[in-house]
């Protein structure tokens, strides 16, 4: 497609529960990122793929946080046992080839209660 | 440590004026910047960028600014239009050749343009 589309746009959870993003980059882009925006400041960079391949993922609580990109199937953010400073929107964005410009999709708005 | 600084959480310009937008960074090696424009319950959008071995952009009535030695940037707007009012986000990455380098953003300026 041409536009990057994230689903769900709203998600809520209790403390402890499991939460799923999705996102569908553009056709031809091959870098796909995650961001986290916390009530509504700077956004965090969470992990980055090129293609199916984690690229960098320093940005990523790992014990919980959990990323893939698989061939075929959109793109996927979980969180295992959610924290309340988890609620955030969640960002995805895909890039061209070497353009270094981002294309964002609306965001994923979890809330942890 | 924040790597990318907007300084000036909101603006306030009146319609037909022009709107300066500031961006700071402390990072040497960045070298490709860029300014992202978001309005709520959107994501952002690319607006208007800049490598650091130039010192002016120029797109319609948006010009970045890049002052490598100061490590300063800023994003003008003129003639302010009320189609503008969202939040401004700048943005750094280490490498102007794109890739998978990804971006550091600032905390982004909220830009109000007055009737």
């Known amino acids: 497609g041409e536009e990057v589309a994230q689903t769900p746009k709203h998600l809520v959870r209790g403390e402890g529960q499991k939460a799923k993003l999705y996102c569908a980059p553009i056709?031809?882009?091959?870098?796909v990122f995650w961001y986290q925006q916390v009530l509504k400041n700077e956004f965090k960079f969470l992990i980055s793929?090129?293609?199916?391949?984690?690229?960098?993922e320093t940005g990523m609580p790992k014990e919980r946080f959990s990323a893939k990109c698989l061939p075929n199937s959109p793109c996927s953010l979980e969180i295992q046992a959610t924290k309340l400073e988890d609620s955030a929107v969640y960002f995805c964005?895909?890039?061209?080839?070497?353009?270094?410009?981002?294309?964002f999709g609306e965001g994923s708005r979890l809330t942890v209660l | 440590d924040q790597q990318v600084k907007q300084n000036s959480p909101s603006l306030s310009v009146q319609e037909g004026r022009i709107s300066i937008l500031n961006c700071d960074y402390t990072?040497?090696?960045?070298?490709?910047f860029l300014w992202y424009k978001k309005y709520p319950a959107e994501g952002p959008t690319f607006l208007i960028s800049i490598s650091s071995i130039k010192d002016k952009n120029e797109d319609g009535r948006f010009t970045v600014f890049l002052n490598k030695s100061a490590k300063h940037l800023s994003l003008h707007i003129v003639p302010s239009q009320p189609g503008d009012s969202a939040v401004y986000f700048c943005a750094a990455s280490m490498y102007s050749g794109g890739g998978a380098d990804g971006l550091t953003f600032g905390k982004g300026t909220h830009l109000i343009i007055q009737p």
């Open positions: 056709k031809g882009h091959s870098y």
């Open positions: 990072n040497s090696m960045f070298d490709y």
């Open positions: 964005a895909s890039e061209r080839e070497n353009t270094g410009e981002l294309f």
């Open positions: 793929f090129q293609n199916e391949n984690v690229f960098d």
